[in-house]
């Protein structure tokens, strides 16, 4: 109790660290549940791949065009996040163009993305000198850095982001459940995927550089495919998955700060315990109301 009531001061010297992460784990199912919606979840560890990848080759553009930056430099987080969107949104608009007109399957060529994403953000961490641990932190997502300013612009673009998300859901909930309907009532579903991609975008960027790609992966996927057993409605989808990321998140910080646990793997953890105690009583439920169990 006593380290719950230190946490919940407005003194506490890691109090943005903990808002962050709640921000993060709140959000990031608010754009994981179309994952679900559009059958892509492995789009879901692929994409913040892709972020971290931007990440590295921002740096490495940085230091071949101008020289080497300095670490700790306010322009630093700017340069990441010019690099993790680019690569975020290029890599999901690729996605898209090939999903409409390619052969393969949709899980090739999210795994090939995955892999691909993987090896340019280890050559590119390579190619880059300077490189150190502080530049390790930030690609990986360092939560306990996080700075009253980092907070300030994780606020104002993840609240843009849920804005966005609740304004047009009825549209992104269309889209994404059946286009070919959104057609024949003539919705412009190639301006609303772009939307869509773009808070996709801009979410899974800033919480791979505030929390990582694991924390990041496992908030856009666990969360939603909780909220899918328990909610039959759009809506109630939506807030119970940000609810639950939302409560992982804060419970997980509590939990690695009082028994000195990694942050990210301890949220992660706690969500996927929350899915499997869920599916667990889903799965009683429907055998006890089953037939057999009746007779």
């Not at 692929?46 to 101008?66: E, H």
């Not at 909930?173 to 070919?180: A, M, T």
């Amino acid at each position: 109790m006593d380290t719950l009531v230190e946490i919940l001061r407005p003194e506490f010297i890691l109090r943005d660290a903990l808002v962050g992460s709640v921000l993060v784990g709140a959000v990031c199912p608010l754009v994981g549940v179309y994952f679900v919606l559009r059958r892509m979840i492995f789009l879901g560890v692929a994409l913040p791949q892709l972020s971290a990848a931007g990440i590295a080759f921002a740096f490495v553009a940085y230091r071949l065009v101008v020289g080497p930056h300095e670490h700790g430099n306010v322009n630093e987080r700017s340069l990441a996040m010019a690099g993790a969107v680019a690569f975020t949104l290029g890599g999901i608009l690729v996605l898209a163009a090939l999903e409409r007109g390619g052969r393969e399957t949709v899980e090739a060529r999210i795994g090939v993305t995955y892999a691909v994403a993987a090896a340019l953000t280890v050559l590119f961490l390579v190619a880059d000198p300077h490189g150190d641990a502080q530049m390790v932190n930030l690609l990986k997502g360092d939560i306990l850095a996080t700075t009253s300013a980092s907070l300030g612009v994780l606020a104002w673009a993840f609240g843009a982001v849920v804005v966005v998300l609740f304004a047009f859901r009825k549209e992104f909930l269309l889209v994404s459940f059946d286009r070919d309907l959104a057609v024949v009532f003539r919705k412009r579903v190639g301006l609303w995927d772009l939307l869509l991609y773009l808070a996709i975008g801009v979410t899974i960027s800033l919480g791979v550089m505030t929390a990582g790609p694991l924390v990041t992966f496992g908030f856009l996927v666990v969360p939603p495919l909780t909220a899918r057993l328990v909610t039959r409605r759009m809506l109630s989808f939506s807030l119970t998955a940000a609810g639950l990321g939302a409560t992982a998140a804060f419970a997980g910080f509590y939990c690695a700060y009082r028994f000195d646990l990694p942050l990210g793997p301890t949220e992660v953890a706690l969500a996927s315990l929350a899915l499997g105690a869920v599916t667990s009583a889903t799965m009683i439920g429907q055998w006890m109301a089953s037939p057999r169990s009746a007779t």
